[in-house]
Each structure stands twice: as structure tokens, then as C-alpha cells.
């Protein structure tokens, strides 16, 4: 592997390059050949992500529901994708004798290899090293999300969610009723193993309060 080449698409030189290399070996690979895998690492970058994300999102004075949302727009498994595949780190990626052979040019492996490296950055070189990693990868994506619209369609954004987890589609079931002689609405969602409820004075309102509450769930467990 040629850690300098991989270490200028970063913008970072490891003092501990076994952490960069371990960033790239595949379960596959650390199986054939008895080494780590960047499971731990990818599992430490996970967090360290979140973390990063969620003080951005802090300093940017939405509420807890828009920053929910906004969140898991940033570090959904495509745009991990994306920014893996468009600098070109996916080559680096080391894969065991069948999955070498393997197609992964629209894989998770891609998303979890970014943040194996976030992981190892943040182990070699602190939190600013890594947040200055984020920002040069996700950059565009962060800008884009914090310039969107803060009315946001819960309702449109659990779709996102959800079929970037490959959990199924939200599906809706929503009842009206009388209140006072006007109609009310009330609305139950099921998504990724959860139901949650919301309720309004129009159909679209109870479906959408039903997905920020479904979202605030998911986010949780």
C-alpha cells in the first residue's frame, strides 16, 4: 500500500502509520491474513462523527428537532460513500481473495472505511485533526445541509433515513375524527421497528408530526 499517496489525499501524515493501514483492511482481508480489521476503528469514527456533527449543528441555533434531522442527512451512509469513492480512497481498500472480486462501488464497506480513517485520525492526531478531515470531505455536504429550508419535511427526511439504512420504507396509517365539529386527525407510523403517533387538524400535519416523533426515536435507540 502506498501510505504517502493515501496520506496526500488526506491532508494528513500519521505518526503512527500501522493506524492508517489497519484503517483500510477489510474483514475479509484481516481473516485470510490473521491481522486487525478496521471494525474497532470504524466503530470509534462512528462516534467521533457524531460528536463533530452534533457541535456544529449546536453552533447553529436550531432546535433539537431540526438538528436531528439535519444530522442524519450528514452522516447517512451515502454521502460517507460519495466522499470515499470521489477522492479516491476506495483504492486503498485491502479485501480478502473472494471479496476482492466483488463489486463496491455502492457498498457500505465505502462509508465504513471513511470512518475508520476518521477513527484513526482522531487516535493519531486529536480532535481538530479530525474535524479538519470531516470539513474537507463532508464540507459540501454540511454546507448545503445547514442552507436548507429549517421548515423541514420530517415526513420526506424518515423516507431519506430510512432508505439509507436499508430499514423499509415508513409506512402510514392515518384516522380522522370530530373535535369540537371540526376534523382531526391522528396518525401512526412504522419504520425500522418503531411506531410513533402524531396528531393535527389536517392530514399532512398528524403524518408529519408522526415522523419527527419516529425520527427522535430512531435517533435513540
Keep these: 500500500m502506498n501510505l504517502e499517496k493515501a496520506e496526500k489525499i488526506i491532508g494528513y ?32 469514527g462512528d462516534g467521533v462523527l457524531g460528536l463533530i456533527v452534533a457541535e456544529m449543528l449546536y453552533n447553529e441555533n436550531d432546535d433539537e428537532g431540526i438538528m436531528t434531522v439535519k444530522r442524519s442527512m450528514i452522516v447517512s451512509t451515502e454521502p460517507l ?26 457498498s457500505k464497506v465505502l462509508a465504513d472505511v471513511f470512518e475508520s ?8 492526531g486529536g480532535y481538530e485533526e479530525a474535524v479538519k478531515f470531516v470539513k474537507k470531505f463532508l464540507g459540501c455536504k454540511i454546507k448545503e445541509v445547514f442552507s436548507a429550508d429549517t421548515q423541514v419535511n420530517y415526513k420526506g427526511r424518515l423516507q431519506e433515513y430510512c432508505q439509507a439504512r436499508r430499514i423499509g420504507l415508513a409506512l402510514y396509517t392515518t384516522t380522522e375524527e370530530s373535535r369540537a365539529g371540526k376534523p382531526y386527525f391522528i396518525s401512526l407510523v412504522k419504520c425500522g421497528g418503531i411506531t410513533a403517533s402524531g396528531e393535527g387538524k389536517r392530514k399532512r400535519d398528524a403524518e408529519q408530526n408522526a415522523a419527527k416523533s419516529a425520527f427522535e426515536k430512531l435517533m435513540k435507540s
Design 13 to 44: 501524515a500519521f505518526k503512527e502509520k500501522a493506524l492508517l493501514e489497519r484503517a483500510f483492511v477489510h474483514a475479509s482481508y484481516a481473516n485470510e491474513k490473521g491481522v486487525p480489521s478496521y471494525e474497532k476503528l470504524e466503530f470509534l
Design 81 to 106: 460513500e460519495d466522499a470515499t469513492l470521489d477522492s479516491g480512497l476506495d483504492a486503498f481498500i485491502k479485501y480478502g481473495n473472494g471479496e476482492s472480486r466483488q463489486n463496491h462501488s455502492d
Design 117 to 124: 480513517l476518521l477513527g484513526a485520525i482522531y487516535l493519531d
